[in-house]
Structures are given as C-alpha cells and as structure tokens.
C-alpha cells in the first residue's frame, strides 16, 4: 500500500538552531516527492519536490531534503530556523494519475 | 491576483443543510482536487477531475458530490451536512505530465453545527 509517514506530530526549536522533520514513504516504485508548508490561515505552499536525478533537491526559504532509497525516506532539513518558519509541514508523495498521498504533518514551533 | 481561488474561505452550516463549495482557477491546468484536512490526519482525497467530462472518487467520497462546470472552475457540494464534515477543505490544480505538483487554493473552513 501506498502511504507516507510522519513520525513527528510537534517539533519545537529555537531560533538559529538546525531543522530536520522526518518523512517515510511506502511505495512499489520511485515516487515522486514533495514538501509543501502550510503556514496559520493560508494554504499550501510548494517547497520543493523530487522526481528523479540528484537525491539532494534544493527548495524554496532555505529549505532542502535528500531523497534516500534504501530508508525509504524523504527528510527536509534547514540549517537556520527563522520565526517565520513556524508552520505546518506536510510531507506527499504521488501515487499515480497525479494524485497525491499526504503524511499527517508535522507542526513546528520556533522559540526566540 | 490569486491562481486558485476558493469560496467561501469559511462558513457555519447546520446539519442536513445543503452546501456548495467552489473554486476557479486561472493557471490553465486541466486537472482539479477537493481534498479535505483533519488534524492529525493530513490532507485526503475527496474527489479529482483531469477534464470537464472526466471526474472520480478519491478516498473518501461519501456524503460529498462534485461538479466540473467548465475547465477553470470546480465545485463541491455536500447534499446534506453532518457535524463529522466539519473540516477544513482545499481545492488544487494540476497538469498532465511533468512531475505531479500540484498548487493549492486557500481553503474553505467549514462548520456544521
């Protein structure tokens, strides 16, 4: 079955500390992956997306995730948190026919 | 000006009223989503359209029903609400090919009382 998991309900850092949110995937093939954000009161917002090529994709706010095959895992990572950061992330893979399979999400929390 | 719109952006209903919600877009995409966000349980599929005669259930299509009224615009109805509905819902668009990314409207926040 196709699904993604995200292990981490809440994360709470501090400002200028590194950020790691974990995502793992079950999928009978390569998925093609996203991370999309979901600050208060907005929408989705695309951060980045693997589909094929370099493991370690490059998104937008400072953002990157390394695809790892042999975990099975897709995890965002930023090297400085900023307040602004504080949002809902939401892990996705495409299971096909562009559909899209969401993980639970992870609510990250940014201490001055 | 936005490129997924939505409306309403929030609405209180009561139980066995019926209720529309509806989106536009103007990115030209072929392919629209409703899908629906609880907390805890991310985003799931209610009901997805690749063109305005092509239309199919998602995950979780009971108790909803939709309409593609032209290639821009995509409407979800809820025949008769239910407290359990209560929920935040997103419209999205996507296009054939590429790699599956798909943009995402505001959302609706819906009460059914």
């Known amino acids: 079955a196709q699904s993604v998991t995200q292990p981490d309900i809440h994360i709470t850092v501090s400002e200028g500390a590194s950020l790691e949110l974990r995502c793992n995937y079950s999928y009978g093939a390569t998925p093609y992956l996203f991370w999309y954000v979901q600050s208060p009161g907005q929408g989705l917002q695309l951060l980045l997306k693997?589909?094929?090529?370099?493991?370690l994709v490059q998104g937008i706010k400072g953002f990157e995730a390394e695809f790892k095959r042999s975990q099975s895992s897709f995890n965002l990572r930023k090297p400085s948190v900023h307040w602004s950061d504080a949002a809902e992330y939401f892990c996705?893979?495409?299971?096909?026919?562009?559909?899209?399979?969401f993980g639970a999400g992870t609510r990250l929390a940014v201490h001055p | 000006d936005a490129d997924v719109t939505q409306t309403p952006r929030n609405r209180i209903t009561k139980t066995g009223k019926r209720i529309m919600l509806e989106c536009s877009q103007t990115?030209?995409?072929?392919?629209m989503y409703w899908y629906r966000q609880d907390p805890g349980l991310g985003l799931r599929l209610i009901y997805y359209?690749?063109?305005?005669?092509?239309?199919n259930k998602g995950e979780i299509s009971d108790g909803y029903s939709v309409s593609r009224q032209a290639q821009a615009k995509f409407s979800l109805s809820l025949e008769s609400a239910i407290p359990n509905q209560t929920a935040l819902y997103f419209c999205a668009t996507g296009r054939e090919g590429g790699t599956d990314t798909q943009y995402f409207g505001p959302g609706t926040r819906l009460t059914v009382l």
């Open positions: 996705a893979l495409s299971g096909g026919y562009n559909k899209l399979i």
């Open positions: 990115k030209g995409h072929d392919r």
């Open positions: 693997y589909f094929s090529g370099d493991t």
């Open positions: 359209s690749f063109d305005v005669k092509d239309i």
